[in-house]
């Protein structure tokens, strides 16, 4: 299936029975000779299976075992991604004012969960690397998700705070996260993070014929007159098609966004080069990287 291929690319598969004698034998000596293995049983399963941290370094004392759990070691709660947006508050913030809470389209915690866990394991193979020494590392999804809600966190933790949904746009900068359309009734959303950005928004737009500048020349301000600033730019990029508003703010290095489906997104050269392609049992499949950082070697 699609989704069986975007998770697992250029691995060897092995189906084993754990509680049959022989097939956990096989188990222990992949153990044996392995650096890391990784496992997300609930609570409990592991100790049962003779997998758990202490009974697997019985058999490879240098292992580095790498565990992923919902809400914690010690909670016997099952939790998968949705549980998890909502328990965190991602539902609730997000989506359209006066909607119901809304998930985000893919499964985020996951990947957030499995990028923090992948930064235990490279510490744990540093330290190994010292020490000779293998360790255990545990990340919970409960744990990922809200070191994840980053400056919505701090905005309640400091000020009260709470956040709501609000859609795409940014709680602390304006216009950032406000979406327009064209004449040809694209989407077009902005992300101008300084008043230099926004002055040279502003002059792009040719608004200073609106003489109200002032109005909106600080970040507080745009904030405190955000209704007012939304329909002075939806009147002006209304004007123009898309790819005219392109070449404008890309000349000006205006940060902006096209909102583009799919189709146009794997059209991109750049969102190409990203595919990853394997015959998996006799059926041609294709994903995007999940690796996507570059190493340069000085020479």
């Keep these: 299936s699609a989704y069986y291929a975007a998770a697992n690319f250029n691995k060897t598969v092995f189906f084993l029975d754990l509680t049959?004698?022989?097939?956990?034998?096989?188990?222990?000596?992949?153990?044996?000779?392995?650096?890391?293995?990784?496992?997300?049983?609930?609570?409990g399963d592991a100790e049962k299976l003779g997998l758990d941290y202490k009974s697997i370094r019985v058999h490879n004392p240098e292992i580095i075992y790498a565990e992923i759990n919902g809400f914690g070691a010690d909670s016997p709660r099952v939790a998968f991604d949705v549980v998890l947006q909502a328990e965190s508050g991602f539902m609730h913030i997000n989506g359209e004012p006066g909607a119901k809470p809304l998930k985000m389209p893919v499964a985020?915690?996951?990947?957030?969960?499995?990028?923090?866990?992948?930064?235990?394991?490279?510490?744990?193979?540093?330290?190994?690397?010292?020490?000779?020494?293998?360790?255990?590392?545990e990340v919970s999804l409960y744990d990922a998700a809200i070191s994840s809600l980053a400056n919505q966190a701090t905005n309640w933790l400091m000020n009260g705070q709470a956040p709501t949904a609000i859609g795409s746009l940014h709680p602390n900068i304006a216009p950032y996260g406000d979406m327009f359309q064209t004449a040809d009734e694209r989407w077009i959303v902005f992300a101008v993070g300084s008043d230099a950005q926004f002055s040279k928004l502003w002059n792009t737009l040719s608004l200073h014929e609106n003489g109200s500048f002032e109005e909106f020349s600080s970040n507080p301000l745009r904030l405190e007159n955000r209704a007012k600033l939304q329909e002075i730019l939806r009147t002006a990029i209304k004007r123009q098609p898309v790819g005219y508003w392109a070449e404008k703010f890309d000349g000006q290095h205006i940060p902006y966004g096209i909102v583009r489906n799919f189709q146009e997104v794997f059209d991109?050269?750049?969102?190409?080069?990203?595919?990853?392609?394997?015959?998996?049992e006799g059926v041609h499949t294709r994903r995007v990287r999940s690796a996507v950082f570059k190493i340069q070697n000085d020479n």
């Excluded at 956990?24 to 153990?31: D, G, I, P, V």
């Excluded at 985020?108 to 590392?137: E, F, M, N, P, R």
């Excluded at 991109?268 to 998996?280: G, M, R, T, Y």
Aim: aromatic share 4%; charged share 25%.
């Design 20 to 43: 049959d004698a022989d097939d956990f034998s096989k188990m222990l000596e992949y153990l044996k000779t392995s650096d890391i293995v990784i496992l997300n049983y609930k609570p």
């Design 108 to 137: 985020l915690i996951d990947i957030l969960a499995a990028h923090q866990l992948k930064q235990g394991i490279l510490c744990a193979l540093l330290k190994k690397q010292q020490t000779g020494k293998g360790s255990k590392v």
């Design 268 to 280: 991109s050269p750049n969102a190409k080069d990203l595919i990853l392609e394997e015959v998996q």
